[in-house]
C-alpha cells in the first residue's frame, strides 16, 4: 500500500490550485458527531400539493401543463432579474465595491413522475434531460455570458421541492470559480499544448484507480484532490469544449453515464443520495477555447451512511479543505455499490 493511501499529505486540485488535506488514520476514531433523520425516498408519482407536478398550481397562481417528459419554465422566485445590461460599478470607494447584474433562471422538471430521479429514470428519459440542459445552453449563451447548469438533489442540501427538477442560471458576469477553472486551464495548455481535462481524463482511464463509471465516451472519477467525501467529476473522453458540442450519441452515452453513476450514488447508503451538480465549460465569448474541456461536478454531503453528513468547518473553513476518506477508498466504495438500483434487486 503506497504512503499517499496510508500518511497524510496534501493533494493539489489542478483546476483551481487550492490544496486538500488528507489525513485517513482519521477514519478510526470512533464517530460522536450529529447524525441527520433518514433519508426516504417519495413514492408516489403525484402529489397534490406539489408545486411542480403537472396540472398543479404553482406559487405565482400560474398552473403547470399537464406536461408528460421534461418541462421548463422561469422561475418564479428567481436569483436574478431583467435582460443583460452593460455592467455599472457603484462609485469609486475601494472598499465599498458593487456592481449591477441581471440574469435569467429557468427550472428544469425531469419527470412527470413525481418520484423519479434520475437513477430512478429510464435511459431514454434521461436523454430529454440532457436534450433540454443543450438546447436551453444554446438559446441563453446568445444573450448571457454564462449559462450555469445544475440540480441540488435533497432538502439535506436545500432543495425546497422533492419533485426531480434542476436549474438553470444564466447571468452578464463569468463567476468567480469559472475564472479561476480559466486561469488554471490556461496555464496547463501552454505548459502541455493539451487540454488539462482530457489529458487527465485518459490518465485516469489508463489507472483505474478513482474510476466510477466508464463507458466509450465518458469517465466519472473521484478526483485525485477531492474535498468532499464522495465528490465526483464527470468528463468526457473526447474534446468538447461546450454542452452544445455533443453530439447526438455523445447526449445518449452521457445519459447512460449520468443513470449509473448516480444509481451507485443511491446504492452507497441505499437511500435517495443526495448532492450539488453542476455543469463547467468554456464562457459564453471565449473565442480561444483550446485550454477548455466540458466537465460537470458532483458533491454529495454525506460521510459515513445515510444519516451522517460531511461539514466543511472549523480547519476548513479558515485554512483549506481536508478529508479522512482517501479518493481512492472513496471510488472502491462507489464501484462495489453496483449499477442495479436497490429498490430493483431481488
Known amino acids: 500500500m503506497s504512503t ?13 490550485g487550492d490544496w486538500v488535506l488528507v489525513s485517513p488514520h482519521r477514519n478510526d476514531r470512533p464517530w ?3 447524525t441527520e433523520s433518514t433519508l426516504t425516498t417519495e413514492t408516489s408519482a403525484y402529489q397534490p400539493d406539489c408545486a411542480l407536478c403537472a396540472g398543479n398550481a404553482r406559487a405565482n397562481g400560474e398552473h403547470n401543463p399537464r406536461y408528460l417528459e421534461t418541462f421548463v419554465f422561469t422561475n418564479d422566485f428567481s436569483a436574478l432579474l431583467g435582460p443583460a445590461v452593460t455592467r455599472v460599478f457603484e462609485g469609486e470607494d475601494a472598499l465599498w465595491v458593487s456592481e449591477e447584474v441581471s440574469g435569467e433562471c429557468r427550472v428544469v422538471i425531469f419527470s412527470p413522475d413525481h418520484s ?3 437513477p430512478r429514470m429510464a435511459e431514454a428519459e434521461i436523454v430529454k434531460v440532457v436534450d433540454t440542459w443543450v438546447s436551453e445552453f444554446k438559446r441563453l449563451k446568445t444573450t448571457f455570458r454564462w449559462v450555469q447548469v445544475f440540480e441540488n438533489k435533497g432538502d439535506v442540501m436545500g432543495c ?7 436549474q438553470i442560471w444564466a447571468h452578464d458576469f463569468v463567476p468567480s470559480l469559472v475564472m479561476r ?3 488554471c486551464q490556461m496555464n496547463y495548455h501552454q505548459c502541455h499544448h493539451s487540454p488539462l481535462l482530457l489529458d487527465y481524463a485518459m490518465r485516469e482511464s489508463r489507472s483505474g484507480e478513482r474510476t466510477v463509471v466508464e463507458n466509450d465516451d465518458w469517465i466519472a472519477v473521484v478526483p485525485y484532490w477531492a474535498a ?11 474534446r468538447i469544449a461546450r454542452l452544445d458540442d455533443m453530439s447526438e450519441s455523445l447526449q445518449h452515452t452521457l445519459a447512460g453515464a449520468l443513470k449509473e453513476l448516480t444509481v451507485r450514488y443511491d446504492n452507497l447508503f441505499q437511500c435517495s443520495f443526495p448532492y450539488s451538480m453542476g455543469w463547467h465549460g ?4 471565449l473565442i480561444d477555447t483550446a485550454h477548455w474541456q466540458l466537465h460537470a461536478h458532483f458533491f454529495p454531503p454525506l460521510l459515513r451512511s445515510s444519516t451522517i453528513k460531511k461539514h466543511m468547518v472549523g480547519y476548513e473553513m479558515l485554512a483549506e479543505a481536508q478529508r479522512d476518506l482517501t479518493p481512492e477508498a472513496a471510488a472502491s466504495a462507489l464501484r462495489d455499490a453496483g449499477s442495479v438500483h436497490y429498490s430493483e434487486r431481488g
Open 4 to 16: 499517499l493511501s496510508t500518511g497524510v499529505h496534501r493533494r493539489k486540485n489542478l483546476l483551481t
Open 116 to 118: 423519479q430521479s434520475l
Open 282 to 285: 468554456a464562457p459564453n465569448q
Open 181 to 183: 477553472e480559466d486561469d
Open 228 to 238: 468532499w467525501p464522495f465528490e465526483t467529476l464527470l468528463l468526457p473522453k473526447h
Open 32 to 34: 460522536k458527531g450529529a
Open 160 to 166: 425546497s421541492q422533492p419533485h426531480p427538477h434542476g
